[in-house]
């Protein structure tokens, strides 16, 4: 994608001339870092949408193991949290070993009755239990505020669960306890991967997660990650010397780390802009300024 091609859609949005200041800002700020190697990629190539992924056929379980490394590097968005950035979220790189502890701990209320079945209800029923420190603010450690992974915007199918519990136990150097998928479980047609651009907010919102780790209004989803969203449309002017509302919640999704909102740790994931149209970008800050 040229220069050329960057602009053309940049001045294709609303509000073009004082986004293309403020994304060329950016740009030369990322390509200071990043060479001229990937100059193009920065807000215009969105990142392959979370289509479930594909096996055909019969697979070992290396590739079964690969398939969860895959999926939970990627659209499982476990390391949005479980990263060692923002420590809002404990590491799992023991975590398949530790499981069995887990049961035995008196805080434990689930169901589960082996360390595979806990790892597979940490992920579908993260309150079960609630490592100590981590759960919501104001909870007591009796709700924990990841998602479940099977549901909203991550929406994984029970063979990528069972691949990313294979992964943990993997990783973790623990017996790979967990079946492989079978018949037509495994089988799927192989469709190469749509990009899709979001049509509104909340479509966009889903796409890159957003209501995981914040409070939107309309969001049924919601998370406390990061904070409220919903006050923005009151507080974003102002809130940075120079800046109208649109720019300074437009640097806070592209660029976190150039302001951390008081009271929070960094957490807010650094690569949207790599991933966001700006289209998508501009139906964001339209709809958490209450324009739309
Ligand atoms: C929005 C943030 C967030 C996301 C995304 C997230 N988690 Fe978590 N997860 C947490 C937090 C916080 C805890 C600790 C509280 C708890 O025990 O539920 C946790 C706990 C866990 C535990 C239990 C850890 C233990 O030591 O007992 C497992 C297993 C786990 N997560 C796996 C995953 C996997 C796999 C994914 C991706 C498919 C994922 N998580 C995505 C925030 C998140
Ligand atoms: C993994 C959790 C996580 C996800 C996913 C996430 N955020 Fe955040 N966000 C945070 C955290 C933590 C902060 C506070 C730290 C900071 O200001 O960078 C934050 C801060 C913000 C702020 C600044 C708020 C203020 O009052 O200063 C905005 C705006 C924001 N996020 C928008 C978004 C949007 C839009 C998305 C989706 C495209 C999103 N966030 C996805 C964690 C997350």
Redesign the pocket.
């Known amino acids: 994608m040229g220069r050329q091609e960057i602009f053309m859609r940049l001045n294709n949005v609303r509000g073009g001339a004082e986004l293309v200041k403020i994304l060329l800002f950016s740009l030369s700020i990322m390509l200071a870092f990043v060479g001229f190697a990937r100059f193009g990629v920065p807000l215009v190539v969105p990142a392959p949408p979370p289509v479930e992924e594909k096996l055909s056929g019969d697979i070992t379980m290396e590739q079964y193991i690969a398939l969860g490394d895959k999926i ?1 590097n990627g659209k ?3 390391t ?3 990263s060692p950035v923002g420590g ?3 590491l ?1 790189a023991t ?1 398949g070993a ?1 499981a069995a502890e ?1 049961l035995k701990d008196e805080r434990y209320k689930g169901k589960a009755t082996t360390p595979e079945e806990y ?1 597979h209800e ?2 579908v029923d ?1 309150s079960a ?3 100590a420190g ?2 919501k603010t104001g909870t007591n450690d009796t709700v ?4 479940n ?1 099977s549901k909203g915007s ?1 929406g ?1 199918s029970d063979v990528e669960i069972g691949a ?1 519990i294979s992964y ?1 136990q993997s990783i973790a150097g623990v017996e790979i306890t967990v079946a492989l998928p079978t018949g037509d479980a495994a089988v799927s047609e192989d469709e190469p991967a749509e990009i899709k651009v979001a049509e509104n907010a909340q479509e966009a919102y889903a796409k890159f997660g957003c209501p ?2 914040h409070v939107i209004p309309g969001e049924e989803e919601s ?1 406390d ?1 990061g904070p409220d969203l919903g006050k923005l449309k009151d507080t974003a002017a102002g809130r940075k010397e120079g800046y109208s509302a649109e720019q300074f919640v437009i640097e806070a999704v592209i660029n976190p780390a150039a302001d951390i909102a008081e009271g929070y740790e960094e957490g807010m994931p650094d690569d949207f802009g790599d991933q966001m149209m700006v289209t998508e970008l501009n139906m964001i800050v339209n709809h958490l300024l209450g324009k739309e």
């Open positions: 939970f499982g968005t476990c949005l949290c479980h809002r979220a404990p799992l975590v530790i887990r790892l940490s992920m993260p239990f609630v490592v981590f759960g924990s505020p990841m998602p992974v991550i994984l990313v943990m995981m780790c998370g990650v």
